[in-house]
């Protein structure tokens, strides 16, 4: 069964940084490009990042570019986003997801707050 | 980017009735590359059509995408209580992707 299961959400203040990891289980992780989706409470789901098979190519909506940056590490079946400058627009849950979105993660909700 | 636009915005419904969602694209794309989600409060979405035609795993056939160019459609054939949820399409070919701002389908 695929699992997916995000961690490393919380409270931060604004102008802080957070990493969000994803373990995944249950299929071969190095097989396939994952991403991250956010939602703001209430609000619809917004693509926020992608990354390949093999880490090698990356892409990041224009609202988080330069700010985050999607890394993973097929020996252990995670998938990370690293967040910096953070600003109260970014609070969200975040989740995780195979491929375009065939699987998704429960989320975890960052809140970015003083 | 490609601009998706859903309507409805929300759709009152009883159990039984046939529910047609649109999503519309600001320019022509592959079908290939057009998805539908079911989300319930709480829960992360879910896929439901992928390739704008093809039901995902376990997806009840009373769930139907059809649709080319700029214009999709998803296709409830008789609402079942569970059915009653935001549905979301998703353009996936390339960077960025984009997603509709959902359609509501509750309880009339």
């Known amino acids: 069964e695929v699992q997916l299961l995000e961690s490393g959400g919380g409270l931060v203040q604004p102008g802080g940084s957070l990493r969000l990891s994803c373990a995944a289980s249950?299929?071969?992780?190095?097989?396939?490009?994952m991403s991250w989706v956010r939602q703001a409470p209430g609000k619809g789901l917004e693509w926020v990042s992608s990354i390949n098979d093999n880490g090698g190519n990356s892409y990041h909506a224009d609202s988080v570019k330069g700010r985050f940056t999607i890394s993973r590490d097929n020996s252990k079946n995670t998938l990370f986003l690293q967040m910096n400058s953070l600003t109260a627009e970014d609070t969200a849950v975040y989740y995780c997801a195979r491929n375009a979105g065939t699987h998704w993660g429960q989320g975890t909700l960052v809140t970015v707050s003083s | 980017e490609i601009v998706l636009t859903q309507s409805p915005g929300t759709l009152s419904l009883s159990p039984g009735e046939r529910v047609t969602l649109s999503c519309r694209t600001s320019?022509?794309?592959?079908?290939?590359?057009l998805a539908w989600y079911q989300q319930k409060p709480g829960q992360a979405p879910r896929l439901l059509i992928y390739?704008?035609?093809i039901r995902a795993t376990g997806i009840p056939d009373r769930f139907s995408g059809s649709g080319s160019g700029t214009d999709f459609i998803l296709t409830i054939r008789r609402l079942e209580p569970e059915d009653f949820a935001v549905y979301y399409c998703?353009?996936?070919?390339?960077?960025?992707?984009?997603f509709g701002q959902g359609t509501k389908v509750e309880i009339k």
């Open positions: 390739g704008a035609s």
């Open positions: 320019q022509s794309i592959s079908s290939g590359y």
């Open positions: 998703q353009y996936y070919g390339a960077s960025p992707w984009t």
């Open positions: 249950g299929f071969t992780f190095s097989s396939h490009d």
